[in-house]
Nanobody, 123 residues
Framework: VQLQASGGGLVQAGGSLRLSCAAS????????MGWFRQAPGKERELVAA????????YYADSVRGRFTISRDNAKNMAYLQMNNLKPEDTAVYYC?????????????????WGQGTLVTVSS
């Protein structure tokens, strides 16, 4: 499945952004998906993940309570609502997907990746 992430941009600390991930195939709707990010000089890290239905989700400690992952399987879309953004949230954000349905937390559990969208949070 091909993924297209969008919605990044420049925002002041405390602001909000909503990232979107569009999938090219209906198989997206029965598989897991996740949002990862990579800041300059750092390893890629999981931000949030969802099982196929959205009924089981995971958040990294650093974003829990501020970010919300959701998906609209009828539209083959996924979202990451990011509120109360902090400068340390600055990174390239990637959406990822796999055909397996269960929740997964490792990059190796995903085989389709979007191109990334840059989020910059100014202080």
């Amino acid at each position: 499945v091909q993924l297209q992430a969008s919605g990044g941009g420049l925002v002041q600390a405390g602001g909000s952004l909503r990232l979107s991930c569009a999938a090219s195939r209906r198989t997206f709707s029965s598989g897991r998906m996740g949002w990862f990010r990579q800041a300059p000089g750092k390893e890629r890290e999981l931000v949030a993940a969802s099982n196929w239905s959205g009924g089981s989700v995971y958040y990294a400690d650093s974003v829990r309570g501020r970010f919300t992952i959701s998906r609209d399987n009828a539209k083959n879309m996924a979202y990451l609502q990011m509120n109360n953004l902090k400068p340390e949230d600055t990174a390239v954000y990637y959406c990822a997907a796999a055909v397996q349905s269960g929740l997964a937390l490792s990059p190796s559990d995903y085989d389709s990746w979007g191109q990334g969208t840059l989020v910059t949070v100014s202080s």
